[in-house]
């Protein structure tokens, strides 16, 4: 499941921006030669050419050898920087899942794909139960480690392929792709025991946490705009909060 890490690109900035500044620095010599040229008031005949290099050999060799590394090792250092605040604006900062403008993103992506191909997609909407009177009861950090023992669950259950975010307060999302309606209720049922079997921060006071899920999908490829989906998931949701809580209800309209 991808919760926040790169599988945003095959080759992130620290890879590319070092390649990048690799090919700068192995140029840097040429970019010299050429600059010395138009100093010498354009002479840059094959004569002037040798010359210059058999006079300069070692300032020529030391900048073939220097210049590669040093902007290699500047475009490393400049990738990451872009890798990390890239990864920053898409992630969310306590559970290290996807955010919601990301998931929003990927769910328009996954549908347009899976109507093109007339594919399933599932979509589960996450509330998790009492978090109000867990801050209000225990204390916001009591809050914290019951909104990580919904992450973890979510980590155990989902699939690689699945993708799964903080939509913001108690909610989460998880997007399935290729999972059909009873596959994703199997899956909103293994989320919901796993959470119940470890619980969270017993030492804090939290010693049982329960969800409730919406779970609608995409009509084989039917469904093809971000706030369909979501609107059925959140209905699903609300049916769930109606019937007592604690149990994943789906619908498809």
Request: one cysteine or more; charged letters at 25%.
């Amino acid at each position: 499941m991808r919760l926040g890490g790169f599988s945003l690109s095959s080759c992130p900035g620290r890879c590319l921006y070092p390649l990048l500044g690799l090919a700068l620095g192995v140029g840097a010599p040429l970019g010299l030669l050429v600059l010395r040229g138009f100093l010498e008031e354009g002479v840059t005949d094959i004569d002037w050419i040798r010359s210059e290099l058999a006079a300069h050999r070692v300032t020529y060799l030391y900048l073939a050898l220097s210049a590669p590394l040093v902007f290699a090792l500047l475009g490393y250092v400049l990738g990451a920087q872009r890798d990390l605040l890239l990864q920053s604006s898409i992630t969310d900062p306590l559970t290290g899942l996807f955010n919601r403008r990301h998931m929003e993103d990927r769910l328009r992506e996954e549908l347009a794909r899976a109507a093109r191909h007339g594919q399933p997609l599932a979509f589960l909407l996450i509330d998790l139960d009492g978090l109000k009177e867990i801050n209000d009861r225990r204390g916001h950090e009591a809050g914290d480690a019951a909104l990580q023992a919904v992450t973890e669950s979510l980590r155990q259950s989902c699939r690689v392929t699945d993708i799964a975010a903080r939509f913001g307060g108690d909610e989460f999302a998880v997007l399935a792709p290729l999972t059909s309606a009873p596959e994703a209720l199997h899956a909103s049922e293994r989320i919901r025991a796993i959470l119940k079997q470890q619980g969270s921060g017993k030492g804090k006071g939290v010693v049982s946490l329960s969800v409730s899920i919406g779970v609608t999908d995409n009509r084989q490829g039917s469904v093809m705009e971000p706030r369909e989906i979501y609107r059925m998931a959140d209905k699903a949701l609300y049916e769930a909060k109606e019937r007592g809580r604690d149990r994943a209800v789906y619908s498809g309209g």
